[in-house]
């Protein structure tokens, strides 16, 4: 039927700041589901408190509220504007669950709002694990046998009666929290109090386990005609009992049977249109015996979930797009597929490649953490290799992880030791899938492998096809030895030619040499949905080694910019806001925008925000040969964060022209001491410092400056292994432990100015004037990185002579490092002295912070002035500011109970949230100020 033209108006609920479990996938569906909406002529509100992504910018709203996510915000949108309905499943389990506090407190109904995309119902029935539970065996499908627990003595009965080893599954709970195996009755007294502390209704599902079975997910689309659609199935290589969140996975499914997949089709149809009255997007998991393909169904979430997201960029399918359509009344037979133009949106995507998702952990920055991996989610981020087979996809998935792997393995960083190897391999942790491959390359036999992963022998037999050839590879002495045949087969496989070089212990640049003599070229294909049945537009490419070339180059002026990878602690969405807006204002100014980026849940991998994508490792080899084919005018290096600042030096001694700052300068603002000495030159303060090269040279340095001080690694990212030390003891063992872990880098030792204010400029310069976008003041004092702290736009309490030199030192570093576009500098006041700590020649973290707060298009400004198409006096700039903003850090430490909680100079944080205030009396700043001490630590 048409869509429904009583809805005139919509709210979309976001998902808040980033946490583990819900991240920035969430900033894509909410993305375009407005977009979606607003082709419909309908009015788009958005309440979100994220500052750093795309989705709270105006040009993805008409109206957008920066509030937090409680009912009273959503009542205070209500009683602004009038809102016809509400979408509440583009902004994860937040939005679903803000949407059920509504409606019990009788909100919507109130306001005469009517709730699209599900109902509260169907919401209840996915989330409440005893009601799902039966509701699949009433229609007829297999599920754990189970028992629902609302105190601890009913979880001990359940316990009893179904023995263990056993699931622990609270209800309403995000990312698998509180959750977990129990595998002996000794563990599960402390696992079952955790659960029920951690559900908000007080209530566990005790679930018998089905370890070593394996796990499938099925994304759905259905309308309110009750056509359904089967968008995407994924495989998890890991078997059940790790969360899908932190599971390898692929697509299409690789080692499931026809029958055994028409089974699965036909049971997820028939759970989707069991959940009442619902037209939206959908995700059903599911777990199967190896040995007798039985079925069973594990959860259902009726909404936009994590993997709808991977599911869109690996079928091209914009499940929330058509989701929201669905929503306000539209089906699936009226709608064409946006990637084809010409056929239905009824139409199920084929694939003729291979999609690997790799999940990205932070364990380093949670200290104490136990990194074995469970119910509970622990990664950060992800990746996403497309490629013509399942091998060629993980290696570059491996490429894309932003760890310094080459690929799988063949990189220096095998292990040796068999029982360190075996331990691994049976105790699932970030690394077992490169310990699997060290396995069969020690040769562990293949089926002792299976018994201790539970991985499916068809991919071990795929990654010792690896280690075969790399066993073959070992016979040429060097790369022109390799016959034309057999390298172009390595090249296919997905190996780089930095593996190839370790294997053979050459340089990599023989390497590529012989590889380009022998015309071993990637040719790039395109994402289309229907593996060529049907012509697409779609300008959304990948690599592979073919013979024909899909992708071909305009004779436009083009400008590649380069994103910033996997989703992480110190390198999150905000780079990601920052990179979509550099696509818009590339665009406007006339040029042909190209992304490269391997982020399944990011705006910026969207089919239709580049005019070209290439969903590619953010990595030396593939990024080299984008550009000898598509010859831009230049890169843009300053908005994808430190992964693309890294990629500088090397386009620089090639010749590419990077738009913007120069790498020189670049490299100035990087290299401490030729940055202090550019400082004193300017007459700028700085706190004494030295680079250390050894321990030697670390202690003497650190008694030259007095101590306390600061040591960190240079070149890094977030304040990793950044560390406040007292004495010459704790010095000496953080620099041993950095070079051990960072052999190549210089130790950086910094006089620590204790008890010092700290604060941060954003500045545009264009060459010739500086803009000063923000002042920000943090409320915790200097030692807590910047990520880490909370901060305040504009200052509340350093003195206007200490402001003044500020914006004196920042213009005088943007001038002489010759700036243009971004900078960040940070700042230290002591005793009303303003000491410069660093400058950033790039966006930084608090870019979209201040957008937001002042509603001035920084980003699209700065990549203008990068390009030489606008200096600033073409820009009238004018603020807006609101009373103060606060922008407020956010942390995922439940997942991580026995972590060490303490912040200090390096980043823990996974996200942020911004609050508007009127004054410093409002009760939020004095809390937060009052605590400005409190989690201070070395």
């Not at 290589?237 to 089974?263: E, F, K, R």
């Not at 057999?486 to 997905?494: A, D, P, Q």
Request: proline letters at 5%; hydrophobic letters at 40%.
């Amino acid at each position: 039927m048409p869509k429904d033209t009583s809805i005139k108006s919509v709210l979309i609920i976001g998902s808040g700041p980033i946490i583990i479990g819900q991240a920035c996938e969430f900033d894509y569906s909410g993305s375009q589901a407005s977009r979606s909406l607003r082709e419909e002529g309908i009015e788009v509100t958005l309440i979100n408190s994220n500052p750093a992504t795309i989705m709270t910018d105006p040009v993805t709203a008409d109206h957008v509220y920066l509030l937090p996510l409680t009912v009273e915000s959503l009542v205070q949108i209500l009683e602004e504007r009038k809102i016809d309905a509400v979408l509440p499943t583009m902004g994860g389990q937040t939005a679903l669950n803000l949407a059920i506090e509504a409606g019990k407190q009788g909100v919507w109904e109130k306001y005469d709002v009517k709730l699209i995309g599900v109902d509260l119902e169907a919401i209840d029935l996915a989330e409440n694990r005893e009601a799902f539970r039966q509701l699949m065996v009433k229609i007829g499908l297999g599920v754990a046998p189970s028992y629902i627990a609302n105190s601890f003595l009913e979880g001990k009965e359940a316990a009893q009666k179904i023995g263990f080893p056993l699931v622990i599954r609270p209800s309403y709970t995000l990312g698998g929290t509180g959750g977990g195996f129990v595998h002996s009755a000794e563990d599960f007294d402390a696992a079952l109090r955790r659960g029920l502390d951690m559900s908000p209704v007080h209530e566990v599902l005790v679930e018998k386990a089905v370890l070593g079975w394996k796990e499938f997910e099925l994304e759905l689309l259905r309308d309110s005609n009750d056509n359904v659609v089967i968008i995407c199935t994924v495989e998890n290589l890991d078997p059940m009992g790790i969360h899908t969140g932190d599971s390898i996975t692929v697509a299409p499914a690789m080692t499931l049977s026809d029958t055994a997949y028409q089974d699965m089709r036909d049971q997820a149809i028939q759970a989707m249109r069991s959940l009442g009255n619902f037209a939206g997007g959908c995700n059903i998991q599911f777990s199967q015996n190896p040995e007798t393909e039985e079925l069973i169904v594990i959860e259902i979430n009726p909404r936009v979930s994590r993997s709808s997201a991977l599911a869109s960029k690996a079928t091209g399918y914009p499940i929330a797009k058509i989701a929201a359509k669905l929503a306000i009344g539209y089906t699936l037979d009226e709608l064409k597929n946006q990637i084809t133009k010409t056929t239905s949106a009824y139409f199920e995507p084929t694939l003729d490649y291979v999609i690997v998702k790799l999940p990205r952990w932070n364990f380093p920055k949670f200290q104490g953490a136990d990194t074995t991996l469970g119910l509970q989610m622990k990664s950060v981020g992800e990746v996403m290799g497309i490629g013509r087979s399942f091998l060629e996809a993980l290696q570059k998935a491996c490429q894309s992880l932003e760890n310094n792997r080459m690929g799988l393995g063949a990189d220096k960083k095998e292990w040796i030791k068999t029982s360190d190897v075996l331990e691994r391999i049976e105790t699932a942790s970030d690394d077992r899938l490169f310990r699997v491959k060290d396995g069969i390359r020690l040769g562990v036999p293949l089926k002792t492998i299976q018994n201790l992963s539970k991985i499916d022998p068809w991919f071990l037999k795929q990654i010792k096809y690896l280690v075969d050839l790399e066993n073959k590879l070992q016979y040429y002495n060097v790369p022109e030895d390799i016959p034309e045949v057999f390298f172009r087969e390595l090249k296919t496989l997905g190996y780089s030619d930095a593996q190839i070089a370790w294997l053979m212990r050459v340089d990599e640049e023989a390497v590529t040499k012989c590889r380009k003599k022998l015309k071993i070229h990637r040719t790039y294909k395109m994402v289309d949905t229907c593996a060529a049945e049907f012509e697409a537009q779609t300008p959304y490419f990948y690599s592979t080694f073919d013979s024909e070339n899909e992708s071909i180059p305009s004779k436009k002026k083009k400008v590649i910019v380069l994103g910033s990878g996997p989703n992480r602690i110190g390198q999150g969405i905000e780079f990601d806001y920052c990179c979509v807006h550099g696509l818009i204002a590339i665009k406007d100014a006339g040029y042909e925008s190209i992304m490269i980026n391997c982020n399944p849940e990011t705006v910026s991998t969207d089919f239709d925000i580049a005019d070209k994508l290439y969903f590619e490792p953010v990595f030396w080899e593939h990024l080299e040969e984008i550009i000898e084919l598509e010859k831009p005018e230049g890169v843009i290096v300053q908005l994808g964060g430190q992964t693309a600042l890294k990629l500088a030096e090397k386009l620089h001694k090639k010749g590419i022209k990077i738009i913007g700052t120069s790498f020189p300068n670049m490299d100035l603002a990087e290299d401490r001491g030729a940055f202090s000495d550019l400082l004193k030159r300017l007459e700028i303060p700085y706190p004494k410092y030295g680079a250390a090269t050894n321990a030697d040279e670390a202690l003497e340095i650190a008694n030259r400056v007095t101590y306390p001080v600061l040591v960190r690694p240079s070149y890094v990212l977030g304040g990793q292994r950044m560390r406040i030390v007292i004495n010459d003891d704790e010095l000496e063992h953080h620099v041993l432990s950095i070079f051990k872990h960072l052999p190549d880098n210089k130790v950086l030792i910094d006089q620590f100015l204790d008890r010092a204010k700290e604060a941060e400029i954003d500045a545009i310069c264009d060459g010739d004037d500086v803009h000063i976008m923000g002042i920000m003041e943090h409320i915790e004092p200097a030692g807590i990185h910047s990520g880490d702290s909370s901060a305040v736009l504009p200052t509340y309490s350093i003195s206007v002579t200490a402001i003044n030199k500020m914006v004196e030192y920042a213009k005088k570093i943007a001038k002489e490092l010759n700036i243009i576009g971004l900078m960040n500098v940070q700042f230290a006041i002591k005793d009303d002295q303003v000491f410069v700590i660093e400058a950033n020649p790039r966006a930084s973290r608090t870019t979209p912070f201040i957008a937001k707060a002042y509603k001035v298009p920084y980003l699209q400004i700065a990549t203008k002035i990068m390009l030489g198409t606008h200096k600033l006096k073409d820009f009238d700039i004018k603020p807006q500011p609101s009373g103060y903003a606060i922008k407020v850090p956010v942390f995922s430490f439940d997942k991580f109970p026995n972590v060490d909680k303490n912040l200090g100079p390096e980043m823990k944080s996974t996200g942020e949230a911004i609050r508007f205030i009127k004054d410093l009396s409002d009760p939020f700043f004095r809390d937060l100020d009052s605590k400005r001490y409190m989690y201070l630590t070395r």
